[in-house]
């Protein structure tokens, strides 16, 4: 088990639950506990690691993944693969208490169930303490909670690194995007109701501390065609009715009704089950706010998006001529976009080519002005998707001289087969074919591979390669994407219909793509292809195809939007500066061909980082909890290679590291290979190993590389190294701390055994001890011996003093204490205290004459005694004598103890002013019974040293020093008084005078 705060190893293909081997133990099996008849059973009905299983088949992994989720365990584990099924239901497993419990374990800890916070841990983990670029990778069909996993991984990962307040802002940055960017570019679906519309990676970047420093944001193929088109029961992006649920879109001058606008209707639905428009809407708000959109800047996307929705509702009409004319642009239509009506309907009904250097116009009738329309809403849509995009970016990316490493978050569209699948489809099932091709690669083909290139032991696996498809899409030669490119390109007639005959001729014979053979062949309609995806067969329909391919956007409807005032706009569409366009003879590349290169530079991108999988599993169409859909089930698990990723992992290593980073990692975990190691990688390895007692069955040795069967070995010596640094690190720390010695105070050491080497040399009999302390002036330091220097200091101080004051005798010792404490206590607090006046007795009060032999045989030993002047309650002075013992304190009548007048000494509370009068009121535990006291002249000092402890007092009273006090003496509770003080207008005398007329004490 990995302790809490250690280091984890994301080098280990496997986790917690199969640390010891392939036989389940208690804490890795889900139990079900049932009653019957009053007696209680328990049966194990699932592993928490697939691996686990006694039996590898189909029915065995579907039935163990079942099992889990109908207990609500919604994860499981193959290996370091995290398998999630959508639950459709919130689930109590995401709290702070959940996150502590997975923090600093990662997989490894054998006491925890699956769970998504396991791998993020194990990768935030790899990433701080290895420095290693780390990537998650999320697939799995539209609908099976790819998003949701993601913002999973990305909570954890906020959570556990810093908190300092920049981290704080830059992490609050990261997360409020995921709101932003999901009402740009989800919608509603027919099977999802927040289905990612377009394809995002993440990189969180951190810092040299392991702190989020930064961010950024790649966006992939955004479905613009939702804009202006959606099947029944499907939504538009969000955000358009956000803005409209908020009143944003009245406010600019549209109805309050979403479903009045023909481009928000089309799927007859407005509202959606769990999702709240409005509320939404002040997150987007939040989201973009604290990614540094100005007010300005939200309010021209907002009336951006309002001039979509405007755009829309034109409606065009033949001018009498060849072309077109606008039926009404609406007032609110101009201010949004701010433009002119009259320059709207002539971008929207002209069509500008350059021809040798020269413009030429034509005109659009109003079936084509209607599709140039059209064009325009989705480009207006998609590039201010794209624009906000890089404003995130550029808020929340980091200078890349402070980023150490990142670990990235890919979440993109699920595989997906509507009813009718068009070029949006096409693209987006290419690249699941993708992702399945490089999980392919990565954990099944090159895994195996391995094993057989380093010669080590193994019986292949069979499993489905689909590369075969991907090629048949991407390929250069004969593929699909390629003969495309190639008739949407050539002169001359050209449409889908004919693209889709020459595509027959060319691929018919393809086992993984299929068209009608013939006019009697029905099993396809005519107009479509199908492809047998490695997630199922899919039909598209080629409609569209091509233009959606091509992507023209009219120069007329690029310099209608560079022309507007509106500069989201101007910046969106720099092709329509008119300087532009003589220069422009490139033809830009395609549609599909800029997505295919997309999906290559994202997989090359993948590459370069550590990957972990989350496969998420969508359980039935109906968004149910605890419903299964068992085909649909069925078929996920079995094209997502689940048996097949099993049973490798099964058979498999766990850990495979070269000699050489195996050698430069695990050295020093024998002493045959540390400090030094002369042999070859291989051997050192081998030593390791024989160093830490593994058995030779626990490892296998390839040509290059040490193969490792279990993560238990690994584990241990990843513990062992944890150990074995910490002393290193340890004899290094003394040493340098040893050379700064030297070199920072090794000189004033020397000084100061030059200066004191005269003190040394004094022997007991000489009656002078060096300097005085405050004559001692030593040598200069160093700031770093600041401290030490002050504790020297001191040191030498009190050495000074006990030499000077210990051939004292006890008497003189005594009275230079108490002495020391009453300037402790007063010097600087209580007007006209001088050690030199103050009047204190050098011998206890039973050395005196005064001494009561009685008084002492029932009470104690007199500590100290002392006649004062007592005030009553009537504020008559009466005579008294002040006995202090080791435990009471007595006011009485010639050493006559009386219960009344006793107090216990640590009870008391003594109040004196801080003016400079002889003054002392003695408060007793019972309210009402205080004692106003006149003491003789310089006595003050002596009664409070000896009251507040010490020289014979076993616990001392507390002594106050206030500029006015408060007493008691009526012999009744609650009845306080204050203590008048007046200064004396005869003068000052040696001690305070009562005046029974002011009832004060003058001094």
């Not at 595989?415 to 699948?421: D, K, M, V």
């Not at 598209?540 to 500069?567: H, I, P, Q, W």
Request: glycine share 8%; hydrophobic share 35%.
């Amino acid at each position: 088990m990995a302790p809490a705060g250690r280091r984890g190893n994301s080098m280990i293909r496997g986790n917690g639950h199969t640390l010891g081997g392939l036989k389940a133990q208690r804490g890795s099996i889900l139990r079900r506990v049932s009653v019957h008849k009053g007696k209680q059973t328990e049966e194990d009905i699932a592993v928490f690691d697939m691996v686990l299983l006694s039996k590898i088949d189909e029915e065995s992994v579907v039935n163990n993944i079942k099992n889990m989720y109908f207990e609500d365990h919604i994860y499981v584990y193959i290996g370091n693969v995290v398998i999630s099924v959508n639950p459709f239901k919130n689930l109590p497993i995401y709290d702070q208490a959940t996150i502590d419990k997975y923090r600093g374990r990662s997989a490894f800890d054998p006491k925890l169930p699956p769970h998504v916070y396991a791998l993020a841990d194990n990768v935030f983990s790899d990433m701080r303490w290895r420095a290693r670029n780390q990537v998650v990778i999320i697939s799995g069909e539209s609908g099976a909670g790819k998003t949701e996993a993601s913002k999973k991984v990305m909570q954890y990962v906020a959570a556990v690194s810093g908190s300092s307040d920049k981290v704080n802002r830059i992490k609050d940055k990261l997360l409020t995007t995921n709101p932003v960017l999901e009402s740009f570019g989800n919608a509603k679906t027919t099977r999802n109701d927040n289905s990612s519309r377009f394809g995002k990676y993440m990189d969180i970047q951190f810092d040299f501390k392991g702190e989020p420093c930064g961010g950024h944001i790649v966006t992939y193929l955004l479905e613009k065609a939702r804009v202006i088109h959606q099947a029944k029961g499907e939504r538009s992006f969000h955000i358009f009715y956000q803005i409209f649920a908020s009143g944003m879109a009245k406010s600019l001058g549209m109805s309050s009704n979403a479903m009045s606008h023909l481009l928000l209707n089309q799927g007859g639905e407005e509202k959606v089950k769990g999702i709240q428009d409005e509320s939404w809407f002040k997150d987007v708000e939040k989201g973009l706010q604290n990614v540094d959109f100005s007010d300005e800047d939200r309010k021209l996307i907002w009336q951006t998006l309002v001039g979509v929705i405007g755009l829309g509702e034109l409606k065009f009409k033949s001018d009498g001529k060849t072309g077109s004319k606008i039926e009404n642009v609406p007032p609110y239509l101009e201010k949004v976009l701010m433009t002119s009506a009259k320059d709207i309907e002539h971008g929207l009904s002209h069509n500008t080519v350059v021809v040798n250097g020269s413009q030429v116009s034509a005109d659009l009738d109003p079936v084509r002005a209607a599709d140039a329309r059209g064009t325009l809403c989705k480009s207006i849509y998609q590039r201010l998707f794209s624009w906000i995009c890089e404003r995130i970016n550029k808020s929340i990316a980091a200078d890349d001289r402070g980023i150490k490493a990142v670990i990235g978050v890919l979440d993109i569209y699920g595989f997906e087969i509507f009813s009718q699948n068009g070029f949006e489809q096409f693209c987006i099932n290419y690249c699941n074919e993708k992702l399945q091709q490089l999980f392919i690669e990565l954990t099944l083909k090159t895994e195996q591979d391995e094993y057989v290139r380093e010669g080590v032991k193994w019986t292949p696996i069979d499993y489905f390669n689909n590369k075969v498809i991907c090629d048949l899409i991407d390929s250069k030669r004969n593929g699909i994407v390629s003969s495309l490119d190639e008739e949407s390109i050539r002169p001359g007639d050209k449409s889908d219909a004919i693209w889709l005959e020459k595509m027959g001729k060319a691929l018919g014979k393809h086992d993984h793509f299929q068209v009608r053979s013939g006019a009697a062949d029905k099993s396809l309609p005519a107009d479509a292809f199908k492809l047998k995806h490695y997630a199922g067969d899919v039909v598209y329909t080629v409609t569209g195809f091509m233009e959606k391919n091509t992507d023209t956007l009219f120069k007329d409807l690029a310099r209608l939007m560079f022309k507007s005032k509106n500069k989201i706009l101007v910046d969106c569409f720099p092709e329509g500066d008119e300087k532009l366009w003589a220069g422009a003879s490139k033809r830009p590349e395609t549609a599909g061909r800029r997505f295919i290169n997309s999906m290559h530079s994202m997989i090359d991108m993948l590459n370069t980082k550590v990957p972990s999988y989350i496969r998420c599993i969508k359980p039935n169409h109906t968004k149910a909890s605890k419903n299964i859909d068992e085909e649909l089930f069925r078929h996920q698990v079995k094209y997502l290679g689940l048996l097949e990723n099993v049973r490798v992992r099964r058979a498999g290593y766990c850990f495979r590291e070269t000699y050489k980073d195996f050698m430069w990692r695990y050295r020093m975990l024998s002493e045959k290979t540390y400090p030094r190691w002369s042999g070859s990688d291989k051997d050192g390895t081998v030593e390791i190993m024989k160093s830490l007692g593994c058995q030779n069955s626990s490892y296998q040795l390839g040509k290059t590389k040490i193969f490792i069967k279990h993560p238990k070995e690994v584990f241990r010596l990843e513990e062992e190294r944890d150990t074995v640094m910490d002393q290193i690190a340890t004899k290094l720390q003394m040493g340098w701390r040893l050379y700064l010695v030297r070199k920072t105070i090794g000189g004033w050491f020397s000084a100061m055994n030059k200066q004191f080497e005269p003190v040394k040399k004094l022997d007991g009999n000489n009656p002078v001890y060096g300097f005085s302390p405050s004559k001692t002036k030593f040598p200069k330091h160093q700031p770093q011996l600041k401290t030490c220097a002050k504790f020297l200091t001191g040191v030498y101080a009190s050495w000074w003093a006990r030499k000077m004051v210990g051939p004292l005798a006890e008497q003189k010792r005594n009275l230079m204490r108490l002495q020391l404490n009453a300037h402790t206590l007063l010097s600087g607090h209580k007007k006209g205290f001088s050690l030199k006046t103050a009047t204190f007795t050098s011998l206890y009060a039973e050395d005196e004459a005064n001494q009561s032999d009685k008084f002492v045989k029932t009470q104690g030993k007199i500590i100290f005694s002392e006649s004062v002047q007592k005030i009553n309650k009537k504020g008559k002075e009466e005579e008294r004598i002040l006995v202090v013992t080791e435990k009471n304190i007595y006011l009485t009548k010639n050493f006559a103890a009386a219960p009344k007048r006793t107090f216990p000494i640590d009870k008391v509370q003594v109040l004196v002013s801080k003016g400079a009068d002889t003054v002392v009121v003695i408060k007793g535990p019972q309210d009402g019974n205080d004692w106003v006291l006149n003491f003789g002249p310089n006595h003050v000092p002596e009664i409070l040293v000896r009251i507040s402890g010490g020289f014979g007092v076993a616990k001392g009273g507390k002594v106050t020093l206030g500029d006015s006090i408060k007493y008691n003496n009526s012999g009744k509770p609650n009845k306080d008084l204050e203590l008048k003080l007046i200064s004396n207008p005869a003068g000052s005398t040696e001690r305070s005078v009562w005046s029974k007329q002011n009832m004060a004490f003058l001094y």
